[in-house]
């Protein structure tokens, strides 16, 4: 898989296969490392003994990366023009610029586009999300708002950036306000070049943590690098990167790109070999690799190793059946006859579930009054209004240029 990915990154012909593939696992293995769109485009008139139905597996995950991320493109718009209608400054921390890094826009992957803005507009925020038909989903880890949407359109809102250390998050510690404004847009920001430099580095540091780190995240990394030109800070970016002691992770992370998609680099790949392995055995724990990338970051390694999904579950079972101890609080009478614990539960859950219900139809109804005094409003102002809804959002849609950011883009603000 990785001869297939060098040759079409590098834009160079694909070797001969000298021995046979097995095709349904290296499909399974790009779909899980989020490259089947690079799979596939290598693949192309190589000489290769492939089943029919695994090629026509490959070739549908193929075609769904190409219509998500088309999907993705436009749902970014219609983001990007509601936040801007509302006057809500947004700052885009990943979006589907990632595409042009690459040679063809179809090499590219949409994982998720992640949105920073102030904390006191998460509530509207999530009212207009509402509106576009997205789901709020549950974020066990608690870092963002995550929405979803039909056909698997994630949008991710930060109020803080989603990195944990404490130099970095003095970095970007800003007001959204105070970051690039995106060309031809008031409300919307973009990072800079050494900002985006960093905050892709620190994004690869977190997906470490959490166990998610893959092989899409490494040659987005390596395409951006390679656009970076002599103007760029790297003495500035290194000294961060040592100050919050993630300088060697970034090194090795560079060195396996060498390793990839570079002929006779000279280095000395110990640690970026355990790297690939832990990258390509689905993030299975290595402590010495935690050790020599990470020295600081012990504790919350500790944190994600542990079984996640079972102490969810453990912590909701104790939540509703909490011990006797906690009950007698609220319970009195359960000092006397502890047997009547049972009762106890059903009673609070009752309680609960009561008020939960309450709780979600006064929501609804709060929901539908202002959707009802919103098309009064609407019905008052006449046709002008409702014309030129349709109208914009339709004009940024047909047009797509609305936005014109290069690989290495931003505007200085004013």
């Given at each position: 898989m990785l001869m297939l990915l060098t040759a079409i990154i590098n834009q160079t012909p694909v070797q001969t296969l000298r021995r046979r593939v097995r095709w349904e696992v290296i499909s399974d293995i790009a779909d899980y490392q989020n490259v089947t769109g690079l799979l596939y485009l290598g693949m192309l008139g190589v000489e290769k003994e492939i089943s029919e139905d695994c090629q026509e597996v490959i070739y549908q995950r193929y075609r769904r990366e190409l219509l998500l991320r088309q999907s993705y493109k436009t749902a970014e718009e219609v983001i990007m023009w509601q936040l801007e209608r509302y006057g809500i400054d947004a700052l885009f921390l990943s979006d589907t610029s990632v595409s042009e890094l690459y040679p063809k826009s179809e090499m590219g992957y949409v994982r998720q586009i992640e949105i920073l803005v102030d904390k006191k507009h998460l509530l509207q925020i999530r009212r207009l999300m509402q509106d576009m038909d997205y789901e709020q989903k549950e974020d066990r880890l608690g870092n963002g708002s995550i929405f979803e949407r039909v056909p698997g359109i994630q949008v991710v809102f930060y109020d803080k950036v989603p990195i944990m250390n404490k130099v970095f998050r003095r970095y970007f510690s800003e007001p959204v306000k105070k970051y690039l404004r995106m060309e031809n847009y008031k409300f919307i920001h973009i990072l800079s070049d050494e900002e985006e430099y960093l905050y892709r580095a620190g994004r690869m540091v977190e997906l470490y943590l959490t166990g998610l780190l893959k092989v899409r995240e490494v040659i987005d990394f390596w395409q951006y690098q390679k656009l970076l030109d002599e103007g760029f800070?790297?003495?500035?970016?290194?000294?961060?990167?040592?100050?919050?002691?993630?300088?060697?992770?970034?090194?090795?992370?560079?060195?396996?790109?060498?390793?990839?998609?570079?002929?006779?680099?000279?280095?000395?790949?110990?640690?970026?070999?355990?790297?690939?392995?832990?990258?390509?055995?689905?993030?299975?724990?290595?402590?010495?690799?935690?050790?020599?990338?990470?020295?600081?970051?012990?504790?919350?390694?500790?944190?994600?190793?542990?079984?996640?999904?079972?102490?969810?579950?453990?912590?909701?079972?104790?939540?509703?059946?909490?011990?006797?101890?906690?009950?007698?609080?609220?319970?009195?009478v359960l000092e006397k006859i502890p047997s009547l614990l049972v009762f106890c539960w059903l009673i609070r859950d009752f309680r609960f579930f009561r008020n939960t219900v309450f709780s979600k139809c006064s929501k609804a109804w709060f929901w539908i009054s202002v959707r009802f005094l919103d098309l009064k409003e609407k019905m008052k102002g006449g046709g002008e209004d409702m014309k030129e809804e349709k109208e914009v959002p339709e004009e940024i849609l047909i047009t797509g240029n609305n936005k014109e950011k290069g690989t290495l883009r931003g505007e200085e603000n004013v």
């Open positions: 800070p790297w003495k500035a970016v290194r000294e961060l990167l040592e100050k919050a002691r993630w300088g060697e992770f970034i090194r090795q992370i560079e060195i396996l790109s060498m390793l990839w998609f570079e002929d006779g680099a000279k280095q000395q790949f110990g640690l970026a070999l355990e790297l690939e392995e832990y990258i390509f055995s689905h993030s299975q724990e290595n402590k010495h690799l935690d050790q020599m990338l990470l020295p600081d970051e012990k504790p919350r390694l500790d944190f994600y190793w542990r079984n996640r999904e079972e102490e969810w579950s453990e912590r909701k079972q104790e939540w509703l059946f909490p011990p006797k101890e906690y009950m007698c609080q609220f319970f009195p």
